[in-house]
């Protein structure tokens, strides 16, 4: 009996292979059965074959497509519920402990204000400032104990001075009059790096503590500046030492000629530079000095 489907007649085939030996064709109708069908299409008689089992019309397969998306949109639907429910829970959750985090919070407060009671009639903080006599006196207290040079003690006074009283100012201006310690150093930063000004709760602390760093940085000033002149000496001295090698007559050539060059802005001849030229006319004069003393 044909099946028909969407415009087609399709009825079931079996085919013999041919083969002598086959057991299937030799017991029954042959291979199959297979699925072709026929239908009309322009007026042109088409075949197609459907395959070995019996199709389903395409009405079906939509209604079996619906079906399943019903059953898949509905699924989504009842995920998509337990979802809600369980975001529901879990800001109803959220909500109670941030109630609980502000009772905790409070408890702490009232703890701590029981163990910290708070002075009756506080006084808001003024600011108090320091005229120089006044660092003068923390100065000698803070310098009592100091063993350093007289020199070192003296420019280190003058840069806290200086700093603390610029242009002649009668009293300082530390105080910013910001948090628990609104007096801000002139002279140094936080440890770190970062550039943040040091803070102290009073301009006395504040001075005490800026004293012994104050004589520490000038103290590495002069070590450094020692340091220097003698490097200074001995170059000095390794070059007086080629002049001493001369004679006199080879030393008033070369000064002529340097003077010469250095009055005609010649300097083909030299390798060294205009400055030194100078030092080294000065160098040759103390040479000639010395041993014209002699």
């Avoid at 009668?170 to 948090?179: E, I, M, R």
Wanted: contains cysteine.
């Amino acid at each position: 009996m044909a099946i028909l489907i969407d415009g087609w007649s399709i009825v079931p085939q079996f085919r013999k292979c041919g083969k002598p030996v086959c057991k299937v064709c030799a017991a029954g109708k042959g291979h199959g059965p297979y699925y072709y069908g026929t239908k009309l299409i322009d007026g042109k008689k088409k075949s197609k074959y459907f395959g070995t089992h019996p199709p389903v019309s395409l009405e079906s397969q939509g209604r079996s497509h619906i079906d399943n998306t019903q059953e898949v949109t509905q699924e989504l639907r009842d995920k998509e519920e337990q979802l809600q429910q369980a975001l529901n829970q879990l800001d109803a959750l959220r909500q109670e402990l941030s109630m609980l985090s502000k009772e905790n919070k409070a408890l702490k407060q009232q703890v701590s204000d029981l163990q910290n009671p708070v002075p009756q009639n506080i006084q808001p903080h003024v600011a108090k400032e320091l005229t120089p006599d006044e660092v003068d006196t923390i100065w000698r207290t803070a310098t009592q104990s100091i063993a350093e040079s007289g020199e070192i003690l003296s420019q280190a006074h003058q840069s806290l001075m200086h700093g603390l009283f610029p242009n002649n100012a009668h009293q300082t201006g530390l105080y910013k009059g910001k948090g628990n310690r609104p007096y801000i150093c002139p002279f140094r930063v936080n440890k770190g790096g970062h550039g943040g000004q040091m803070r102290f709760s009073s301009a006395e602390k504040l001075v005490s503590t800026a004293i012994p760093w104050l004589i520490e940085q000038t103290k590495g000033s002069f070590h450094r500046k020692k340091q220097q002149q003698e490097l200074d000496q001995q170059q000095k001295d390794s070059e007086k030492a080629q002049f001493l090698a001369k004679s006199n007559q080879e030393l008033h050539e070369l000064k002529n000629k340097m003077t010469h060059d250095l009055t005609t802005r010649d300097f083909t001849e030299w390798i060294i530079s205009e400055e030194q030229m100078r030092r080294y006319i000065v160098l040759i004069d103390e040479v000639l000095h010395e041993r014209n003393s002699k």
